[in-house]
């Protein structure tokens, strides 16, 4: 979308900016979506960050409304101006490229995500065209998203050991293919999301598995991508140790069984 504004900019703009991207998008054999428009129409618009984001980026709006479709914003096409400064973007559009070409054209299914490549919360919810951006504190381990149906479920493997009793979920692999995954606490057989997992394919659900080995990793927060699972029909509902809360223990198969390399390093002590 970016490389199709700069050549708005020089001229090429007799159509919108999405008409020509939905072409470019065949190229990659991917065809663009209404969910996918509005999720890339919010990224540039400023509407898909949550929390301090919307205000860190208040000014990065790149493109604005033009009839049924959008164009560039009338401050980018301005920057744009400064030959500097579109040699500049020009650059780093073309290494962005680049590095989708190297790291992300393999894409899982029919999904805009690579198996085993790592991705933080936020990456998540964009690449699964989620509208806006949900802050890690408001996903909690999992969160389901109604309109594209997509419910990410995001696992710590190793807890620290000052957490509360009730965030001490004993998530962990049985083998390279089965998963035991834990819900929130206060949640019962019957809990609404307990119930999306249990019934994700019959509702049309894709459920798709987010692991990292612990929280050291403070600066980036990504998460191993895993691939979707499919919950197996086991469930069972529990109270917490040393609390009054429930929970639900749910076994997971998952569709992929997980690369040796990465599952020896998540199990590992």
Not at 3 to 27: C, H, I, P, V
Request: hydrophobic fraction near 35%; charge should be negative.
């Amino acid at each position: 979308m970016l490389k199709r504004m700069l050549s708005y900019s020089r001229g090429f703009g007799e159509r919108g900016l999405f008409q020509t991207l939905a072409e470019d998008l065949k190229n990659y054999g991917k065809q663009m979506s209404e969910e996918q428009k509005k999720n890339i129409a919010n990224v540039l618009t400023n509407e898909f960050p949550a929390g301090s984001g919307k205000k860190t980026y208040s000014k990065c709006v790149f493109i604005e409304e033009e009839d049924a479709d959008y164009k560039p914003s009338a401050t980018f096409l301005e920057m744009l101006e400064n030959k500097e400064f579109y040699h500049i973007m020009e650059e780093l559009i073309e290494f962005g490229i680049s590095r989708y070409e190297r790291d992300y054209r393999k894409n899982y299914g029919d999904t805009d995500l690579v198996l085993y490549q790592k991705y933080t919360y936020e990456d998540v919810c964009r690449l699964l065209n989620w509208e806006n951006n949900e802050v890690p504190l408001n996903i909690g381990g999992y969160k389901f998203d109604r309109k594209t149906k997509t419910f990410p479920v995001f696992i710590n493997y190793d807890k620290a050991e000052d957490i509360s009793d009730t965030m001490k979920y004993e998530d962990h692999f049985m083998n390279r293919r089965m998963l035991i995954a834990i819900s929130k606490s206060g949640r019962s057989l019957e809990s609404e999301d307990v119930q999306n997992f249990l019934k994700a394919k019959e509702r049309g659900i894709r459920v798709e598995l987010f692991v990292r080995k612990n929280k050291d990793d403070k600066i980036s927060k990504e998460f191993y991508y895993l691939g979707s699972m499919t919950a197996s029909g086991r469930a069972e509902e529990f109270v917490m140790a040393n609390t009054n809360k429930t929970a639900v223990e749910i076994e997971w198969i998952l569709n992929e069984p997980v690369r040796e390399d990465i599952y020896e390093y998540i199990v590992s002590t």
